[in-house]
């Protein structure tokens, strides 16, 4: 019977299970692929449903205004040869805090509830126009003194957050507003204002005359614009009472900033005990009014305590002022004239269509606040 050569079985089964391992890496290769598609497809899907964040910086948990913020004002312009509308806005957390990282495909702007479509957004960077008015006399020398330490040091660090396309005033006030340096002044002329400064004679502080006809002046004044105020908020002999300013401070469209000199003050006053003449200065009275007049004018105020905290104070102020959401669309609406048109401006997800969520470094959750006016004109005139 004939046999075949020792070994000549394995060795073919051998040959086969090369010849089959090619064929079962394939196989392999294939399930792990497939396996990785299904994962990748159902984070994919958990993504899509549970929408994404965006994420800002993590932030003070405190204002660094106190008191309430008052309505940040908006602009909305329409061209009417190409139907372009500019929405200029703001986007908060509730410190007052400017939220970055909001893209085009965040923003949902409905025009007489129908959704347009967003050619750009960014942010904008705007120069400014401000009045800066400081306080400088009263009645007591002893408060003066400290007029004249601290006043200018305030004001020279304002020059440090002011840029070279900004257009600054600087006035001063004991019982009348004296102009110290007009709109257009170069830095070295703001500059030598605060270099040299002697304690102010006795005199009235008219603090409210002097608020109002500085935001006078700034009626004709377009673009960012704001009156920066360094004061006790104290006011002894004005013509024009509280409820004036107060009207003023709200017909005028310019935001009021206050940096109160109360605290330091009190400090000084204390040295003298209570008998002395400026112990029944009702500087918490005072001080509530400067908020009221921030708040009603779309500014914010500010309690000086220590000369340390004014770089602070004014980086809040700057951010607020000069940041902005710039948002352009072509109006669906063929007119080009008629009634006012309403608008409304949200902030969504674009892969879930709910609305945006944001979170800061560490994951916390924070709320957002847009503020936009009501409506705008085609013929240009302010809108609510």
């Not at 064929?23 to 392999?28: A, I, N, Q, V």
């Not at 602070?312 to 002022?321: H, K, P, Q, S, V």
């Not at 674009?350 to 800061?360: I, S, V």
């Not at 004109?377 to 809108?383: A, E, L, S, V």
Request: glycine letters at 8%; one cysteine or more.
């Amino acid at each position: 019977m004939a046999t075949g050569m020792p070994g000549s079985g394995a060795k073919a089964g051998l040959r086969s299970l090369s010849n089959m391992l090619p064929l079962l890496f394939f196989f392999l290769a294939a399930a792990l692929s497939l396996a990785v598609d299904c994962k990748a497809q159902q984070t994919s899907s958990q993504q899509s449903h549970q929408g994404s964040h965006v994420t800002v910086p993590q932030r003070p948990e405190k204002p660094v205004y106190m008191g309430e913020q008052g309505t940040q004002r908006s602009e909305i312009e329409f061209a009417p040869g190409t139907r372009t509308v500019t929405v200029k806005l703001q986007v908060e957390d509730p410190n007052g805090y400017f939220l970055p990282n909001i893209r085009r495909e965040n923003f949902a702007v409905f025009e007489d509830g129908v959704r347009q479509k967003i050619v750009d957004a960014e942010v904008e960077h705007a120069p400014i126009t401000a009045a800066l008015l400081m306080e400088l006399g009263g009645r007591y020398s002893e408060i003066n003194k400290l007029l004249a330490n601290e006043v200018p040091r305030a004001g020279r660090e304002f020059l440090n957050v002011i840029g070279r396309d900004d257009k600054i005033a600087v006035f001063k006030y004991d019982d009348k507003l004296q102009t110290l340096a007009d709109f257009g002044q170069g830095h070295e002329t703001l500059e030598k204002i605060f270099n040299h400064v002697d304690p102010p004679a006795p005199s009235e502080a008219n603090f409210y005359d002097a608020l109002v006809e500085t935001l006078n002046r700034m009626k004709g004044v377009s673009g960012r614009k704001a009156v920066i105020v360094i004061t006790s908020g104290v006011d002894t002999f004005s013509k024009a009472n509280f409820q004036q300013a107060m009207q003023a401070a709200q017909d005028s469209a310019t935001p009021i900033y206050s940096i109160g000199l109360g605290p330091l003050m009190q400090l000084e006053c204390a040295v003298y005990g209570e008998s002395a003449p400026f112990a029944r200065i009702d500087w918490t009275g005072a001080e509530k009014r400067l908020e009221t007049l921030a708040k009603i004018s779309g500014g914010r105020a500010y309690v000086l305590e220590t000369g340390v905290g004014v770089a602070g104070i004014y980086d809040d102020i700057m951010e607020n002022l000069r940041l902005r959401y710039v948002i352009t669309y072509t109006s669906s609406n063929p007119v080009t004239s008629g009634p006012p048109r309403n608008i409304k401006v949200e902030l969504i997800d674009p892969q879930t269509g709910n609305p945006l969520k944001f979170q800061d470094s560490n994951g916390k959750p924070v709320s957002a606040k847009v503020f936009v006016q009501k409506d705008y004109r085609p013929d240009g005139t302010p809108g609510g």
